[in-house]
């Protein structure tokens, strides 16, 4: 199983105190008598450590590039949790003037499918017997597609903070905690809700043509699956969606 430490919980449930750990733990993946414990080292990749028999002593065993601003990869992992092969690739973000960061929509399906595709030709036995697919991916990209779901323009990435002055701008109006209180995340540039509006004022060309607002969990769902959906936390880093009724937000809107 899987526990996040998202919520409060302590990682200390599962290690020492003076493990060695470097970073910011994220998660525990506990297969049988084996700990692993997921690091996010902020400046870099996230690190796996894995625990020995005795549940006392760690080695850093791998490195795992999850983050899918710069790496998109896929992995296939046994029903008793085993992990049979992985395979990462790269693509890239333009960064620009202004704060701009940006992605190619494409890239992040390029990436879905090379890697997919090289980790079951390294095992073609294990094509014909999956039985689920996960996909993980960054949040708080914004993409609009048209009535065909085609992109408009280059994915704006969480990274991008083009936005700080309608940040500053609405922050003045109405006060960080009346975003807050709608969608439980205080202004940010890196969030959808001021992308939007920064695409209204700077590109009503594309902002008319626009049908659908994705992020890129959507956009590689859609791709796979031919829907376009979200989940509620997606929807929530959106800033658009009002978490104490899980459906938009009239008036974020």
Not at 198 to 209: K, T
Request: glycine fraction near 8%; aromatic fraction near 10%; include cysteine.
């Amino acid at each position: 199983f899987i526990r996040s430490f998202d919520h409060g919980l302590t990682w200390t449930e599962y290690a020492p105190v003076d493990a060695g750990f470097t970073g910011y733990p994220c998660a525990v993946v506990v297969s049988g008598e084996t700990n692993y414990v997921l690091f996010d080292n902020n400046d870099g990749p996230h690190v796996l450590y894995v625990s020995t028999d005795d549940g006392q002593t760690w080695e850093k065993r791998s490195t795992l590039t999850l983050d899918d601003d710069k790496w998109y990869g896929a992995m296939c992992i046994m029903a008793d949790g085993r992990l049979l092969a992985s395979h990462t690739e790269h693509y890239p973000t333009a960064f620009g003037h202004g704060g701009t960061a940006e992605q190619d929509p494409e890239d992040w399906w390029r990436g879905t499918c090379e890697s997919s595709r090289e980790v079951l030709n390294r095992h073609p036995e294990a094509a014909s017997s999956v039985v689920g697919l996960s996909v993980s991916t960054q949040g708080g990209c914004t993409l609009l597609l048209d009535e065909d779901n085609r992109p408009l323009h280059e994915a704006i990435s969480w990274l991008d903070t083009r936005t700080k002055d309608i940040c500053q701008e609405w922050a003045s109006e109405y006060g960080h905690e009346h975003f807050y209180q709608h969608a439980g995340w205080t202004l940010k540039a890196c969030l959808s809700l001021t992308q939007l509006e920064w695409l209204r004022r700077n590109r009503p060309d594309v902002f008319a043509r626009a049908k659908v607002m994705v992020g890129t969990l959507d956009y590689v769902m859609m791709k796979l699956t031919v829907r376009i959906a979200t989940d509620p936390t997606n929807a929530a880093i959106s800033q658009l969606c009002r978490l104490e009724r899980l459906e938009w937000s009239d008036e974020m809107l």
